[in-house]
Each structure stands twice: as C-alpha cells, then as structure tokens.
C-alpha cells in the first residue's frame, strides 16, 4: 500500500484496493467499516420525540377512555363499604352539576372555574372529590399502573394503580403526616375499554391519618356509572 517514497497516501491504498491482493480483502474491510458505523449509531443516546402523527395527549394518554363521562350526562351510583357496612347514594350528572340522593335527601355539588364544590350547607360525602372524572383522572396520574387484567367470559377488563397516601392527602387537601403507604385503585372497562366502574381502597390513608377505629379493618369506595341520565 505504499508509494515509490515508501509512503502511506490516499493514492497508494486506492491503487492497492485496486490490485489482485487488495480485491481480496476490500470486502472484508467494507463490512468492518460498515459494523462499526453501526455499532456508533445504535449506542448514541437519542432524545424522544413524538412524530406528527402522535401528540403529547396520545402519548401520555390511559389505555381506557372516559370519553362519555367527560361528553355525556350519566347516572351512577356511589358508596362507601366500611366493613360490611355500606353507604349508598344514587347520582346524576346533568351539565355542569352532580346531584347525589338517598331516600330522605338531595344534594348538589357544582363545577365552578373547573373545580367541583358542594352547594348548600350540607354535604354528606367527605370524599366528595372522587364525583368528578376530571378530579379521578388527575389522581390516576399521580399513580402508578400495576397491572391489566382481561376477562374473555364477560369481555371487560381492570387496571389496577397504586397511589400512595401522600398523593391522596395532597388530592383531599388535607396534610398527610402518617407513615408511607400504597393505596389501590381499580378501573373496570366494557369491551370498548369505556370506564363502567371504578373502586378506591383508602383503608392505608385512613390508617395513616388515625381516622378509622381499630375494628375498622376495610374502606372501599365504589363508583358504578350506569345508562345516559
């Protein structure tokens, strides 16, 4: 490969790539060139970026929708199982108001600049918060997905999150000074991944704010959203 000065040129290894000899290796150094440019290229760390076709929104999305709860006036049904004991309330969202019921009395709760806020003197519910989708879905993000669950026989589906007790604190404004726990929430879905029903397990935040008594060993909150109201 070198030249009558006995040099190394750009010159002198084109004319031997060129040569009988250099035929037989030419290949060989091709690929080895070629593998290493490639070996480069895939270490490079590169920053992620969504393509036009997918927007922040998509990428940051749930795997189920809340598309008709957000669009649509619903009817659901609320309650409180502590123990074996349950609290019941039968509710309808129209427009911009949610409306809780029992058999003795109604109760309105409204959005007002996007914030969800009880009307009237009375409100029964201390978790009121979890009534609006928006507020849930917020909460939902501060949480961590666990797991999916599917079910061929009834063609739904669950996702199960984790919040800790922090979090909720932080959700119900109140200043959480217990001790670091996990909380779990489960998204029930029909076949369309459309949210029918979502339940809040809270014993280990109540635990930690000394809100429940020692015999209180359970304290799930069900929200079952039913046909268009």
Known sequence: MRDEKGKITVKSVWKW?????????????????????????????ADYKPNNKQSEEEVSSFPFTTKRLEN?????????IINEKEISFSGVKENNTISISDSKD??????????????????????????????????????????KAEFPRTKEYEFYYDIESYDLG???????????????MIVNCDADLEVKKITFDIVNFLKGENQLDTETNSYMIELNYEEEA
Do not use: C, H, W
């Open 170 to 184: 932080e959700f119900f404004e109140i200043d959480y000074d217990g001790e670091e726990s996990l909380n779990r």
């Open 106 to 147: 109604k109760y309105d709760y409204i959005y007002q600049n996007g914030e969800l806020s009880f009307m009237g003197e009375l409100n029964p519910l201390n978790y009121y918060k979890l009534l609006s989708i928006y507020n849930i879905k917020a909460l939902l993000k501060d949480g961590i997905l666990v797991t």
């Open 17 to 45: 790539l060129r040569s009988s000899q250099g035929k037989k290796y030419s290949f060989v150094i091709f690929y080895a060139i070629f593998f290493i440019f490639l070996f480069i290229f895939i270490s490079m760390p």
């Open 72 to 80: 649509d006036d619903y009817n659901f049904v609320y309650k409180e």
